[in-house]
């Protein structure tokens, strides 16, 4: 069997979070928006119709957990959550809060406006402070 292995792309672009029973939880490198990313451990996977039904109801209760997550540290004016893969073909959902004057509303994120990395210190306090927020 093939291992997991997670793609260059994501990897370079989201820091480690929390890992979950099927899914790495992850904090996308832009502070513009409060940004999780769920990559399925399930090597080759591409698209949801890729997971087994079990894969698939576990990835549900994972993007359940980080809209609640995002939506109980930060209380977003409103959640997208969306699978695309067109940049990266490895199956990984977005879960980004959005704020009616965030940067690219009341457009999609992607393309409005350049990432802006965390400094270390804004790293660390979020980082700290979703953790913090994670069930048990």
Not at 66 to 76: G, K
Request: glycine residues 4%.
């Amino acid at each position: 069997m093939t291992p997991f292995i997670l793609d260059a792309r994501l990897a370079d672009d989201s820091h480690p979070l929390a890992t979950l029973a099927l899914c790495e939880l992850r904090l996308m490198d832009d502070a513009n928006y409060p940004w999780l990313v769920l990559v399925p451990r399930i090597a080759g996977a591409r698209e949801l119709v890729d997971l087994d039904a079990d894969q698939r109801r576990r990835l549900t209760d994972e993007i359940d957990l980080a809209a609640r997550l995002l939506r109980d540290v930060y209380r977003p004016y409103k959640l997208n959550i969306a699978a695309l893969g067109n940049m990266v073909e490895q199956l990984h959902i977005h879960v980004i809060g959005r704020e009616q004057d965030d940067p690219a509303w009341p457009a999609p994120v992607w393309g409005r406006v350049a990432a802006r990395p965390y400094s270390p210190e804004q790293l660390v306090e979020r980082i700290g402070r979703l953790q913090a927020a994670l069930p048990g």
